[in-house]
C-alpha cells in the first residue's frame, strides 16, 4: 500500500461519509474528527500531520490563488509571478505615500529575504491578488468564509464549502534559529521549488501600528505558497494534494444561521476585517485594476 493509499484508507476508517456541515459545533466536532485522525495516522505510521482550513462561498470553486483565479485571465506563471512581484512594490509604496514606512512590518528587514515575504503576507490581507492560498488552523475562520454574506445573489444563494487539509509537517516552515535554524525567510517567495505551508509570526508589540498585521492574527492566516513553475495549478486538482484534502458542503440554508451563530460568538466582518475602511479599500481596488488591466 502506497501512503496515499493508506491516508485515504485512514480518512475513509475515521472521516467515514461526513461531508456536511449545518452549524457551527458540527464544524468544531470536524475538527475533533481531524485530531482523531492526527492521532491514527501519527500512531499508525509514524507520520506527523496538521489539519487546516480554508473557507469558500460557493461550492465548486478551485482551490486557486488571487492571479489565477476567475475572472482573471494571466496566461502564464511567469507573467503571473511577475506581476505579483511588481504588486508589493507597488504595494508599499501606496501604502508608504499614505500612512509611512513604520506600517509596515520590519522586524525582520535584515533576513535573506525577510522584507519581500512580510510585504507578501501584508500585501495579500491587504486584498492584494498574489499567488498565496489563505488557510486557517481554526475550523471557525474557515466557518466565517464559507458564510460570509455575497452581494452577489448567485453566490449567496450557492452552497458554501469547507477545504480541509492534513498538511505533513515538513511542508510547514516558520522562522526559527534555535537550536536549528530553519525558516522560510531563507527562500525567494518568488522562486519556490517546492510547495510549503508558511507559519507566520505574529508579534503582539505595537501590532496597532502595523498595517493589517492584526487582521491576520485574528484570521490566525496561513499561507500555502507553491513552486513558481506550478502556481497556476488548483491544489485539489494536484495529485500530492489529493488525498490530503476532504471537502465539506454547507447548504446555503445554513449560511445564515452559521453566520448569527459566528456573531453570537463575537466573530463578525468588523473582527474579521479590522482595520477596514473606505479610504483603504480603494487603495486596493486601485492598485488590483492597475496590476491587472488587460487580464480581465
Known amino acids: 500500500m502506497t501512503k496515499e493509499q493508506a491516508i485515504e484508507k485512514a480518512k475513509q476508517e475515521v472521516i467515514g461519509g461526513i461531508d456536511l456541515v449545518t452549524t457551527v459545533d458540527e464544524g468544531e466536532s470536524f475538527h475533533q474528527t481531524l485530531i482523531k485522525l492526527k492521532i491514527k495516522l501519527a500512531e499508525d505510521y509514524g507520520w ?74 501584508q500585501a495579500q490581507h491587504a486584498g492584494i491578488k498574489t499567488s498565496l492560498t489563505d488557510w486557517s488552523a481554526e475550523m471557525i475562520t474557515a466557518l466565517y468564509f464559507a458564510t460570509e454574506e455575497s452581494t452577489d445573489k448567485n453566490i449567496e444563494k450557492a452552497d458554501g464549502q469547507i477545504w480541509t487539509m492534513m498538511i505533513p509537517t515538513e511542508w510547514i516552515l516558520g522562522h526559527n534559529t534555535w537550536p536549528v535554524r530553519e525558516t522560510f525567510y531563507d527562500l525567494d517567495p518568488f522562486d519556490l521549488k517546492q510547495p510549503y505551508l508558511i507559519n507566520v509570526s ?30 497556476d495549478v488548483p491544489l485539489n486538482n494536484r495529485d500530492e494534494f489529493k488525498h490530503l484534502i476532504h471537502r465539506l458542503r454547507i447548504p446555503s440554508e445554513f449560511k445564515k444561521p452559521i453566520r448569527e451563530e459566528l456573531a453570537e460568538r463575537g466573530i463578525t466582518t468588523e473582527y474579521i476585517y479590522i482595520e477596514q475602511s473606505e479610504e483603504r479599500y480603494k487603495l486596493i481596488s486601485e492598485t488590483n485594476a492597475s496590476l491587472f488591466n488587460g487580464f480581465m
Open 48 to 121: 506527523d500531520m496538521m489539519p487546516h482550513y480554508r473557507g469558500e462561498q460557493n461550492f465548486g470553486w478551485d482551490i486557486r490563488c488571487g492571479i489565477f483565479r476567475p475572472p482573471l485571465s494571466v496566461p502564464d506563471v511567469k507573467t503571473g509571478k511577475d506581476i505579483e512581484r511588481k504588486a508589493v512594490g507597488i504595494f508599499e509604496s501606496a501604502v508608504k505615500n499614505k500612512w509611512g514606512k513604520d506600517v509596515f512590518r520590519n522586524l525582520f528587514n535584515h533576513e535573506k529575504h525577510g522584507k519581500e515575504w512580510d510585504l507578501l503576507f
Open 202 to 231: 505574529s508579534y503582539l508589540d505595537d501590532m496597532d501600528k502595523r498595517i493589517y498585521e492584526k487582521r491576520m492574527y485574528r484570521q490566525k492566516g496561513r499561507f500555502i505558497i507553491t513552486e513558481a513553475d506550478r502556481c
